[in-house]
């Protein structure tokens, strides 16, 4: 449930795009580091007094590890420009039936300027959808895709199983310039475009946006509980499904470590198993780098002949790629490791945009 706090703005801090850190002063005179989205609840300003969802920041949640300004009471932000009694300005609700529900202009909705384009869309083409179950991948596969096609137009889209506003991602930010686009499906937000589903994602991806490769994850934060089904990564199955369901070439970036210290999560992790072997009912080109240190080089072949029936496992050279992941504007870190903490992990994403940028030629 909901841990309520409420305090005094005290300072700003950071600001990227939709998203403001702040710290917050409680009666007892304790700060807590807070984070606001101006586009629901308003700029906040030193002074003002708001209301904080803190029930992450106290149980030290790493990626969602702050209090959340649910409202500033005092000085509510206006009501936006346009009318909110028609659907002339979308009607597509996104977390749905909260107390913070946006109301947004879907893509493929009846107000949309695309929505005849998407109506009549009917596949993607062939376009190349490289599916990862982990944010942090983001940037590791965009560096693999640029490295060899540095003009290719990318797309990037936001599953709903980790963060749903696009905008707490400061990965996300720091990229803007290298994509073509973000689209937020389901029930993520903040994107460059909304869509109702990955299937409406995917065709807005390659008939609005005129991406050439479309990299498709969850936001910030999974969720996992140590089980084989019981994690939202699962849903990088179903993404295969729709790729191929609309006639693209799904690419699989496996998420491989021998850095990891959980044993579910060494070679391959039973999250790529359980979601490529199980789920995906498609067939998909599994990436391997070439080049992994021996040892884990025989742990992913152990674990990914299982698969080879129903997907193709690539092997992917890895020249240049290491340059090009610490040439990302952006840090690279997953499960708080660095680049060089876990190469292994990284270099494997990189080598699913490598192989994704080959397929779009």
Not at 71 to 90: Q, Y
Not at 107 to 136: K, N
Not at 140 to 166: E, K, S, W
Not at 182 to 205: K, M, N, P, R, W
Request: charged fraction near 15%; hydrophobic fraction near 45%.
């Amino acid at each position: 449930m909901v841990r309520w706090r409420a305090g005094t703005v005290t300072a700003l801090r950071r600001e990227w795009t939709g998203a403001i850190e702040l710290d917050v002063t409680l009666a007892d005179g304790t700060t807590m580091r807070a984070l606001a989205y101006p586009h629901l609840v308003g700029r906040p300003a030193p002074g003002d007094r708001v209301l904080l969802n803190a029930g992450a920041l106290l149980m030290g949640l790493g990626t969602g590890g702050y209090a959340l300004v649910v409202a500033l009471p005092d000085r509510l932000p206006p009501d936006p420009p346009h009318a909110g009694d028609t659907r002339d300005a979308g009607h597509l609700v996104k977390a749905r039936y909260t107390p913070l529900q946006p109301i947004l202009l879907g893509v493929d909705e009846e107000a949309s300027p695309h929505h005849a384009t998407l109506a009549a869309a009917e596949d993607v083409a062939g376009l190349p959808v490289v599916t990862a179950d982990l944010h942090s991948a983001l940037p590791a596969i965009l560096a693999g895709i640029h490295a060899d096609a540095p003009d290719a137009r990318v797309a990037y889209l936001l599953t709903d199983g980790g963060a749903l506003p696009a905008w707490f991602s400061r990965a996300l930010d720091g990229l803007r310039g290298r994509l073509a686009g973000t689209i937020s499906v389901g029930q993520a937000f903040g994107g460059d475009l909304e869509a109702t589903t990955v299937h409406s994602g995917l065709l807005a991806a390659r008939h609005v946006l005129d991406a050439d490769v479309v990299i498709c994850a969850q936001g910030p934060g999974n969720l996992g509980t140590g089980t084989r089904w019981g994690y939202s990564g699962v849903a990088v199955g179903e993404a295969v499904n729709a790729v191929a369901a609309l006639g693209g070439q799904p690419v699989g970036s496996l998420r491989i470590s021998d850095a990891d210290p959980r044993p579910r999560h060494r070679g391959v992790s039973h999250h790529s198993l359980t979601a490529y072997g199980r789920v995906a009912l498609a067939p998909a080109d599994l990436v391997v780098p070439d080049g992994l240190p021996a040892a884990l080089a025989g742990d992913v072949d152990t674990a990914l002949a299982p698969l080879a029936g129903r997907h193709r496992i690539v092997r992917v050279p890895t020249d240049g790629l290491d340059a090009a992941l610490r040439a990302s504007p952006v840090p690279l870190s997953t499960m708080g490791r660095g680049l060089d903490a876990d190469h292994a992990y990284f270099l494997a994403a990189a080598a699913a945009g490598r192989h994704a940028a080959a397929l779009a030629r």
